[in-house]
């Protein structure tokens, strides 16, 4: 962590003091109470520039700094997840990801859009398993130009409400037929979202989102036409940036709920004294602390490696692991050492719960990031 | 040591299972909880089908059963709709169980036959704002005037208090910690009684309350035990904990057999789909070790009961029991959580509702680190 740029620690200090302003606790109440945020939330976090951090400035950015996106996630969730689940949405998955991966066109088009905080991104397809994704044939053959007909459902699509744009992968319709991503707009025609009410993160909705024979060009694909029948690599990819980014949010949730926890058990006194100081909650704290450290770093590592154009599909299956880990443990702990108030809606530890709660399926699963680690191992 | 069911205690369980069956289908459940209101109506279900006789001596109209009843009844509830077993604890456990146990005999003569027919609901009023683990720290007072009693204060999270006809109000009667408590029956229909629900994670509709007294005033009389339960509140207490400790620990593993109910299914179906085959492995042994620590939870919990009705020592082990049985329950909710990820935290899931049920078992009824406290105290340590 001593390789943290004083450019990033100022970037964390601003992003606090924003959060601190722009979320306080009492509407974000009622921002999860609605099952909504205002959309002045996301409007004011690009005009600030967070948006931009992941795009390069040749590309409508301002510079690529992963890390310092990261630190931004990870600031948002400590106080609000869904926001930060927006924000990622928008600079992970519409910027850097369409950076990376995008034609030439699509990067500069999509991507700067996505820094201006006008082009959410949300991966549909992320959790089904190969026998269960989308396929694709071609249409009418003699049609000009191309167009490429995709059905298919995925059914816990985040933010599938908001987003301007789908990230689908499909096999071409063949037996064995190879995977394709195509970048389907939100409007398109035959493209329908259900929304799917849940326990926690709300405000970042998920929908179930069908299509059925939805019409795309060669320009829908990520990467453009050469791009097609060749997206196996390019959706690992995504995956590994959308274990990044859930990596760095259940990083700042669990910081979040740390804290407020930590603030309680200095203050709640029993027996005489501050419950924090009972040795069993206070070596609950300390190893809370390490916990949240040592997924600290695993994030800062595999954004440094991002950031240095190196692969980062093992770090952010790592991170992705052990901050997920840390957070349910932070928020369940929290939760205990709450006692009875824990369990009210008037503090804020019943809300970390419910939002940690979802981070086990969050970005593929636990499951396939253990998978991922476990197959780089040669098992 | 035996500890098996008696012919009666099975037919007790499968008259409540049919009873959840017929009662509460999963529909009805999810409703209770969206409303977040009382049960009235399956109270008077379960009235009507005798179930509140369970505990009762039968001198009194009831079935004359053990905590083992008790705990039959309540993890049976539990797997279908936990707070019904929370809203039928203010008639068996804050009703029933403290009048037969610490009532005079005039109050067990007036109030348990009601409590039987089930037309009369009370509330267990200890917990204060500042006073929660330290619960013999209540200030709450309620002093002497006109040969009876003015009670002033504040009390917090009393489950029932707003619905109950009875609120047993533990006060400060004296400046001594443990013998200045003094436990009295307060009719809630008093001017100055004043109960208003707090809105929490879940068990919705058990009319969990903060409550005021404001100048209540009580007769000499209604001092649980009568006129001799005067700074009694504290022992008096203590003879209930073993059962309150047995009871919600069957909860938590009513709650915890459920969601295998749910989790088992899933793991089955995407296990016998997952490519290659064995790739689920590793979480069937999740399941495994899950089942396997409810079981050895649910064996030390009938044989806390067993000691308990033998009248052996039993303090350990019901505490022993409390913090293992609603720490194993919180962790199945939790790994189910995790298991079966998008599945479980959509609000249609009935396992997420399990999930935001069980965490209070480890915190009323005394935490799991209060547990834990007593236990090492009887380890001599
Ligand atoms: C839904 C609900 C229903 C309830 N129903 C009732 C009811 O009907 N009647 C009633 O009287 N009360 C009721 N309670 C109150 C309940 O019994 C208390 O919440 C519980 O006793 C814990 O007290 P507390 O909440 O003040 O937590 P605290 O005592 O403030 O505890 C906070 C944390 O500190 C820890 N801690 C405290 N002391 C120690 C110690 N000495 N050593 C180590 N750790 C310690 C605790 O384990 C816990 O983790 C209810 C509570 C809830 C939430």
């Known amino acids: 962590m001593s390789e943290i740029t004083l450019e990033n620690k100022m970037v964390r200090e601003a992003i606090r003091d924003w959060v601190a302003k722009e979320c306080p606790r009492d509407n974000i109440h009622e921002w999860d109470a609605a099952d909504r945020f205002p959309d002045t939330l996301g409007k004011k976090l690009a005009r600030l520039g967070f948006c931009a951090m992941t795009v390069s400035e040749e590309n409508g950015g301002e510079g690529r700094n992963i890390q310092g996106a990261c630190i931004v996630a990870e600031e948002i969730a400590a106080r609000f997840l869904p926001l930060a689940r927006w924000y990622t949405h928008q600079a992970f998955l519409g910027g850097l990801v369409l950076e990376a991966l995008g034609s030439p066109i699509q990067r500069r088009s999509l991507a700067a859009e996505a820094a201006r905080g006008r082009w959410l991104v949300t991966p549909a397809g992320i959790e089904e398993t190969q026998a269960e994704m989308a396929v694709y044939r071609l249409g009418d053959p003699q049609g000009q130009p191309e167009t490429f007909l995709v059905h298919g459902e995925a059914a816990f699509v985040t933010l599938a409400d908001q987003a301007q744009c789908f990230l689908v992968p499909a096999r071409a319709e063949n037996p064995g037929g190879a995977v394709t991503v195509f970048l389907v707009p939100a409007d398109r025609q035959g493209v329908a979202v259900a929304a799917v009410p849940k326990i926690g993160c709300r405000g970042a909705g998920y929908g179930r989102v069908a299509l059925d024979g939805v019409a795309l060009g060669a320009d829908d694909i990520l990467g453009g036409g050469e791009a097609r029948d060749r997206g196996e690599a390019a959706w690992q990819r995504i995956v590994a940036v959308c274990r990044l980014m859930t990596a760095a949010e259940a990083l700042g949730l669990a910081r979040g709920v740390f804290d407020y926890t930590l603030t309680y058990a200095r203050q709640r006194i029993q027996f005489g004294q501050a419950i924090g100081k009972f040795a069993a909650l206070r070596n609950r704290f300390a190893e809370m602390s390490c916990d949240i450290e040592a997924a600290g770093l695993l994030v800062a590592q595999a954004a440094r490696c991002a950031d240095s154009d190196l692969a980062f599909h093992r770090e952010a299956a790592a991170a992705r692991l052990k901050a997920g880990e840390a957070a349910l443990r932070c928020a369940m702990q929290g939760l205990q050492i709450f006692g009875g108030y824990g369990y009210t809606m008037e503090y804020d530890v019943q809300r970390y719960v419910r939002d940690a709660a979802g981070l086990g399926a969050a970005a593929d699963g636990e499951e396939a990031a253990r998978d991922h680690i476990a197959a780089l191992l040669g098992l | ?381």
């Open chain 2, 1 to 381: 040591m035996d500890h098996r069911f008696s012919p009666q205690q099975e037919a007790l369980r499968e008259k409540t299972r049919a009873f959840v069956k017929e009662e509460i289908p999963e529909e009805k459940a999810a409703a209770v909880e969206a409303a977040d209101v009382f049960p009235h109506d399956l109270m008077a279900k379960l009235a009507a089908q005798g179930f509140f006789a369970l505990n009762v001596p039968r001198d009194y109209g009831g079935d004359g059963g053990t905590v083992v009843e008790e705990m039959i009844f309540f993890e049976e509830i539990s797997k279908a709709l936990p707070v019904l077993a929370w809203t039928a604890g203010d008639v068996i456990l804050y009703g029933s169980n403290i009048i037969k146990t610490n009532g005079s005999q005039a109050q067990q003569q007036a109030y348990l036959p009601r409590l039987v027919k089930g037309e009369m609901l009370f509330c267990f009023a200890l917990t204060e704002p500042d006073a929660g683990s330290d619960a013999a720290s209540i200030q709450t007072a309620a002093d002497p005037v006109d040969g009876g009693w003015v009670i002033n204060g504040n009390k917090m999270f009393i489950s029932g208090a707003s619905a109950a006809h009875i609120a047993v109000t533990n006060t400060r009667t004296a400046p001594s910690k443990y013998q200045g408590i003094t436990a009295f029956l307060v009719d809630t229909g008093s001017p100055g009684y004043k109960a208003i629900p707090i809105k929490k994670l879940g068990y919705k509709g058990s009319d969990t309350c903060e409550v005021v007294y404001d100048r209540v005033r009580v007769a000499a009389n209604d001092i649980l035990g009568g006129p001799e339960g005067l700074n009694q509140g504290w022992p008096q207490m203590m003879r209930l904990l073993n059962g309150e400790r047995l009871v919600l620990s069957a909860c938590a593993l009513g709650i915890a057999e459920r969601i295998f109910s749910h989790l088992i299914p899933f793991v089955r179906q995407r296990s016998a789909a997952a490519r290659p085959a064995g790739r689920y492995q590793d979480i069937e042994h999740r399941v495994v070790e899950l089942v396997t620590e409810v079981e050895a939870a649910r064996r030390l919990a009938y044989y806390a009961a067993w000691r308990v009705t033998e009248g052996k020592p039993s303090v350990k082990e019901t505490s022993m029991t409390k913090y293992l049985c609603a720490e194993t329950a919180k962790k199945v909710a939790v790994e189910a959580m995790r298991i079966m990820g998008n599945h479980a935290w959509a609000v249609q899931s009935s396992v997420q509702r399990f999930f935001r049920d069980v965490p209070i078992l480890s915190v009323g009824g005394g935490t799991s680190q209060i547990q834990k406290n007593i236990i090492a105290k009887t380890l001599g340590l």
